[in-house]
């Protein structure tokens, strides 16, 4: 019987995802579809302008640019799939499916961790060695710190992804969540998952907390320089530049705190993928808009790129 259940399982799986909405489940289409349409194009437009103009070629924006790229990576590799299982009876993905999702996200996931870092660390360097900034933050120790972080967590993943596609799964083929996420998935092998629970706490830490550690020491060190400074307006602007970057790492990390550390006796099925909702679908959307909202550079470029546009046209 185990060798049949495993069979079935090494066929596919079933996405058991939001099925219990019923008729809601349209509607819950309507506002993702929309959502992601905003994604893509906030993302893309952000990209853009940056390339387009020379002023935003800064380690800032360079790194920036990374976040969108990922952050349009991160929703498509959910959102689409999901979006179809709402409209449909067959909510299936198939083995090989299930595990280029599970290690694209998961990739993602930790990649994004070090960019945030990269970029707190850049307003470091800005704020507290405004003199040093240029030379220590190079065009190339950028694309080096951008490289290393996509490098590295790529490699990790295919690690963790080709193990704990190696276990055994047996029992129904239903997991419960809308897509394919590593604690849904351990739960369904047959065989002692101890270990891979280990690895995945200590990546947790390493990628996860330690880049946020290092965020708060930035910080740290940020806000004991801004507050040295002799005029209001000097400390107001200085705060201005970090307010963005602050938001999108209390966006990300608030939501990971209350996904993975609060109490197992409150989750439910429903809440936890609500939760997951705010950083594969909702996070993505308000990053473009977090960062160029308040952002006079950003508008300056767009306005510019807008009058060339007309001009050229006409």
């Not at 660390?121 to 190079?138: E, K, Q, W």
């Not at 002799?230 to 602050?246: D, I, M, N, V, Y």
Request: proline share 4%.
């Amino acid at each position: 019987m185990a060798s049949s259940e495993n069979q079935t399982i090494s066929d596919g799986f079933i996405l058991v995802g939001f099925s219990y909405l019923n008729k809601l489940q349209i509607l819950l289409f309507l506002l993702l579809l929309v959502t992601y349409l905003l994604t893509l194009m906030g993302n893309l437009l952000v990209s853009l302008l940056i390339k387009l103009n020379p002023s935003l070629h800064t380690p800032m924006y360079f790194l920036l640019v990374n976040l969108s790229v990922l952050e349009i990576c991160c929703t498509t590799s959910v959102t689409p799939q999901l979006l179809v299982h709402l409209l449909v009876e067959e909510k299936t993905i198939s083995f090989v499916g299930c595990a280029v999702q599970m290690f694209v996200f998961t990739t993602l996931g930790l990649t994004g961790s070090c960019l945030l870092a990269a970029m707190a660390y850049d307003r470091y360097v800005a704020i507290c060695h405004p003199l040093h900034y240029t030379t220590i933050m190079s065009g190339r120790f950028c694309a080096k710190l951008a490289g290393a972080s996509w490098t590295i967590c790529i490699m990790v993943e295919i690690v963790q992804t080709t193990w704990i596609f190696s276990l055994s799964f047996c029992g129904p083929n239903r997991i419960q969540h809308y897509f394919c996420d590593i604690p849904p998935l351990l739960k369904m092998a047959c065989t002692d998952t101890s270990r891979n629970e280990v690895v995945v706490f200590t990546l947790s830490i390493v990628f996860i907390m330690g880049p946020f550690l290092l965020i708060v020491l930035s910080y740290i060190r940020i806000l004991s320089t801004i507050l040295k400074l002799p005029s209001a307006e000097g400390r107001r602007k200085a705060f201005s530049t970090c307010s963005s970057h602050l938001t999108v790492v209390t966006l990300l990390y608030g939501t990971a705190l209350i996904t993975y550390l609060r109490p197992k006796s409150t989750s439910t099925q429903e809440n936890d993928q609500l939760i997951s909702l705010m950083y594969t679908v909702v996070t993505p959307v308000l990053n473009p808009i977090i960062y160029t909202l308040r952002n006079k550079e950003v508008h300056g470029a767009f306005r510019k790129t807008l009058e060339k546009s007309i001009c050229s046209h006409n």
